[in-house]
């Protein structure tokens, strides 16, 4: 046995490459299906939602001209052009689901992934089902690895880890064997990227993270098939991928393959209420709550909240320049906008993140009292929490807290509340009712066709 072999038959991936084969919908525990078909939901209406902005455009202009559909757009592109496109307007708005524990969103990379493959092949929408079903539960576990490492190291987890997830489950789409998904996530593992710097200045690339993962993961996996091999120990390997972007922690790969098959964190998952980054939203939750008690904001001396650690470098630090957001995509990781703007709003979704809002002097003035201190009890990141102290002029204090993420698995929000969410997203990306109708019912029965060409309906306006 060459050395090759010997590393094949004993690393992780070739263990995750055994599982994922064997995903079988047909034996998937009811709610995991049904969880899959939710995540795909949310999904489509986020692509519906973004298809009108200049980022998608620009992205769209990619592509080339091929049988897959991009949602919302007339014609059809190659299966990277669709994925990387839908990917981007999936994520976009930051509105897409995500895993506590990570954190990570998965459907937004994955589902694309699959999605093309489903269409540039003929797959069924049984095996597309399937290879959405197991990248998600991949990307989850990936990202319990080396918890906060990842961006302490400038890096975007989704991005980094998300690649090798649609590597996986474009493989399990196709029915490659388990050497080829070894391969194709060994060769996306070569592919992961996606620095932070988008925080310095609000610019757009973090949009594009998760299209660039789900396009990256396709091309792996179809390299994979045509015989190309990646290294078996991409992820524990002494020039792997968490000695690479996690640098900073001993990365304890347990997560990766305990119960697997039999404890499933996919239903898990967590759909965001807001449209902004997931650490600020019981931050917001808690704003709102302040606002609705009738407190004139010209009464309020400052508000400090006590936070964790891991959250400071991306939603409160440089403080003067969170207080002082220059556009709506940045203020969209601006701890200060989003509670400020949930206190005046009491809401904080897609129309609350515009460059006007932004400038709004009301909401400006109360960025500027607030503040933060680390929390040494905060549970983040296996739990997402919220706390403000608003000190009253003339003395007083009003404290609120929140003890989960209001969405995720600890407070999640029902199947109708989820639905209600994909048609407000459908109707501001300019859909009728009719149209928002079947493609939920599409996304709920995706599984059950014999292939993906229904899906071309959903390609116009």
């Known amino acids: 046995m060459t050395k090759h072999t010997d590393q094949m038959a004993?690393?992780?991936?070739?263990?995750?490459?055994?599982?994922?084969?064997?995903?079988?919908?047909?034996?998937?525990?009811?709610?995991?299906?049904?969880?899959?078909?939710?995540?795909?939901?949310?999904?489509?209406?986020?692509c519906i939602s973004a298809r009108n902005t200049e980022y998608v455009a620009a992205?769209?202009?990619?592509?080339?001209?091929?049988?897959?559909?991009?949602?919302?757009?007339?014609?059809?592109?190659?299966?990277?052009?669709?994925?990387?496109?839908?990917?981007?307007?999936?994520?976009?708005?930051?509105?897409d689901d995500t895993?506590?524990?990570?954190?990570?969103h998965s459907g937004s990379v994955v589902a694309p992934a699959v999605l093309a493959a489903g269409e540039r092949f003929q797959l069924s929408g049984t095996d597309v089902t399937a290879g959405l079903v197991a990248g998600i539960e991949i990307q989850c576990r990936l990202s319990l690895v080396a918890p906060k490492a990842i961006h302490k190291a400038g890096f975007h987890p989704t991005a980094v880890l998300g690649a090798l997830a649609a590597a996986a489950g474009v493989g399990r789409a196709l029915r490659l064997d388990s050497r080829q998904i070894m391969w194709a996530m060994g060769i996306a593992g070569s592919m992961a990227s996606g620095i932070i710097e988008y925080l310095a200045d609000g610019s757009w690339t973090k949009?594009?993270?998760?299209?660039?993962?789900?396009?990256?993961?396709l091309r792996a996996a179809l390299m994979a098939k045509g015989g190309f091999v990646g290294p078996a120990t991409v992820l524990e390997g002494t020039h792997g991928l968490y000695n690479a972007f996690a640098p900073g922690i001993a990365p304890n790969y347990r997560p990766l393959l305990d119960s697997l098959g039999e404890h499933w964190h996919l239903p898990t998952i967590g759909f965001k209420t807001y449209a902004c980054g997931t650490m600020t939203q019981p931050y917001i939750d808690c704003a709102i709550e302040l606002g609705s008690k009738g407190i004139?904001?010209?009464?309020?001396?400052?508000?400090?909240?006590?936070?964790?650690?891991?959250?400071?470098?991306r939603l409160w630090e440089p403080l003067a320049e969170k207080q002082n957001p220059p556009s709506a995509y940045f203020a969209k990781f601006s701890a200060p906008y989003c509670m400020a703007v949930g206190f005046f709003d009491r809401a904080a979704g897609l129309a609350q993140f515009t460059d006007q809002k932004v400038q709004n002097e009301d909401i400006r003035a109360l960025m500027r009292k607030i503040s933060y201190f680390i929390d040494p009890g905060n549970p983040?990141?296996?739990?997402?929490?919220?706390?403000?102290?608003?000190?009253?002029?003339?003395?007083?204090?009003?404290?609120i807290r929140r003890n989960n993420l209001r969405g995720g698995m600890h407070d999640p929000i029902s199947e109708d509340e989820l639905q209600a969410k994909f048609f407000a997203n459908t109707s501001f990306g300019g859909w009728t009712d009719h149209q928002s109708r079947s493609l939920r019912d599409f996304c709920y029965s995706i599984d059950r066709f014999s292939d993906l060409s229904g899906l071309q309906q959903y390609r116009g306006r």
Not at 27 to 37: E, G, I, Q, S, T
Not at 74 to 92: I, P
Not at 208 to 217: E, L, P
Not at 302 to 309: F, L, M, N, Q
Request: glycine letters at 14%; charged letters at 15%.
């Open 10 to 46: 004993a690393s992780i991936s070739s263990q995750l490459a055994d599982w994922t084969v064997a995903v079988d919908v047909d034996r998937l525990p009811p709610h995991v299906l049904n969880y899959a078909r939710m995540i795909l939901l949310d999904v489509a209406g986020l």
């Open 207 to 217: 949009r594009m993270h998760v299209g660039w993962s789900a396009q990256s993961g």
């Open 99 to 104: 895993f506590e524990g990570g954190p990570v």
């Open 59 to 95: 992205t769209l202009a990619t592509a080339e001209p091929g049988p897959c559909t991009v949602l919302g757009h007339a014609g059809g592109t190659d299966a990277y052009g669709a994925a990387l496109t839908n990917g981007t307007a999936a994520h976009g708005e930051d509105f």
């Open 380 to 399: 983040y990141p296996q739990r997402f929490t919220g706390h403000l102290c608003a000190r009253l002029k003339g003395g007083g204090e009003i404290e």
């Open 296 to 313: 004139d904001p010209s009464n309020i001396d400052s508000i400090t909240c006590g936070v964790g650690e891991g959250t400071v470098h």
